[in-house]
């Protein structure tokens, strides 16, 4: 009998795999579009509000602490996105905020070498919230047991991002675009870089490649100060390609912006410097010529759909988001998108490394395509089947 429960609980043998396990590739991933945006948003089971709510208030806390600890604009824009990678993966009752901002920005610091202890993040974050004479020093011992659980939680961070240590500083190309186009720098070119700070609050880094933010805040900057903006459209203007970029992810940039400004302005930077008629006029604007040249909302997209399992919609009524949702109640439970998959196509969760499998991380997609094509044949199970012909003795 013992044979037999040592194979029930085989996780191998239930999911139908023989021999070892073939281990999970995770491929970092760059850039992920919109629409794995919303699929990761969908299966953590986080509401448009809520979410946004936490990623403004999670890159706010960066920012603050950032700023008491003079660190440079670089570990920032590391910070952050190490942060939004992280909230695609987990669910957000599993942690807190501030705990998954605290163990961004404390990778981030040491990605690019502004080396700081954990306890000096929590304890420069103590010292903004309390009066000079109530602020402790690094050593107290009120950090301790919250330092230990932000250096757990550093090995999620970078499980999430995939250890992808590539990083994007678009500050640096605003100010030579300004300096290119002959902007203003006092006025265009400040509300540019302030710009491109305020672009981290959005899901705009995760999509969009360093040219496109710089021309997005440069050209919002330029509209907002009322600025010569012939100088950035036209035949003398940008050219796109020589950025390597196109006018329709630049416009989704600045739609992605001008989302956060009508939306989120206490939490921004210069939202509160300008009316919000002025946001609503330049989008406004944004929306006719989105319009006369037939782009969508998204660079990437791909419409999915409605299935009604065979049954046709009652007077024509589409599925609701509230009918969505019931749909997919079990998609809590479910495996987040950007999860490693083995070569059987197996998913497992980023937290639980090595429960079932060895995680690897790749940063070339085409190596981890190719090795999963020459594992995959030897977990394949193939039977054959014989007809035997036997002969029963006759009973006398």
């Known amino acids: 009998m013992a044979p037999a429960v040592a194979q029930s609980q085989n996780p191998l043998i239930e999911n139908g795999q023989h021999g070892p396990h073939p281990s999970f590739i995770q491929v970092a991933k760059p850039y992920v579009f919109e629409q794995k945006l919303q699929e990761c948003m969908a299966v953590t089971g986080v509401t448009e509000a809520k979410e946004g709510n936490l990623r403004t208030q999670g890159v706010a806390w960066i920012d603050s602490v950032r700023k008491a600890l003079q660190l440079p604009v670089r ?10 990678k992280f909230r695609l993966v987990h669910v957000d009752n599993e942690y807190s905020f501030i705990d998954a901002a605290a163990a961004a920005l404390f990778t981030a610091c040491k990605v690019e070498d502004t080396l700081k202890k954990s306890k000096e993040i929590l304890c420069a974050a103590h010292n903004l919230k309390v009066a000079p004479s109530e602020q402790l020093s690094a050593d107290d011992a009120l950090f301790e047991n919250h330092s230990k659980a932000i250096i757990g939680l550093e090995r999620l961070m970078l499980e999430a991002s995939g250890f992808d240590f590539r990083s994007r500083y678009p500050q640096k190309l ?3 675009l300004a300096k290119l186009y002959e902007l203003d720098r006092e006025t265009v070119g400040k509300t540019a870089y302030n710009i491109c700070i305020d672009i981290y609050r959005t899901f705009a880094p995760l999509k969009q490649t360093t040219s496109t933010m710089a021309i997005a805040s440069v050209e919002l900057a330029t509209r907002l100060c009322e600025a010569q903006l012939e100088l950035l459209q036209g035949e003398d203007g940008i050219d796109y390609n020589r950025w390597s970029t196109t006018r329709q992810e630049v416009m989704e940039t600045l739609f992605d912006i001008l989302d956060l400004y009508t939306h989120h302005r206490g939490s921004t930077i210069i939202g509160q410097d300008h009316p919000i008629e002025s946001f609503i006029a ?10 006369a040249h037939g782009y969508s909302r998204y660079t990437e997209e791909i419409k999915k759909k409605h299935t009604t399992n065979g049954v046709k919609a009652t007077n024509g009524i589409k599925p609701t988001k509230e009918n969505h949702d019931t749909r997919e109640g079990k998609a809590k439970s479910a495996s987040p998108i950007l999860e490693p998959v083995s070569a059987t196509g197996a998913r497992g969760r980023v937290g639980e490394r ?9 940063l070339d997609p085409e190596r981890a395509r190719l090795e999963k094509d020459l594992v995959e044949p030897f977990f394949k199970v193939e039977e054959e089947e014989y007809e035997v012909e036997v002969e029963r003795e006759r009973h006398r």
């Open 174 to 176: 605003v100010l030579k």
């Open 75 to 84: 570990t920032y824009n590391t910070a952050v996105v190490y942060y939004h």
């Open 354 to 362: 090595g429960r079932d499998g060895t995680v690897r991380f790749m």
């Open 282 to 291: 330049i989008r406004i604007a944004l929306n006719g010529e989105s319009s």
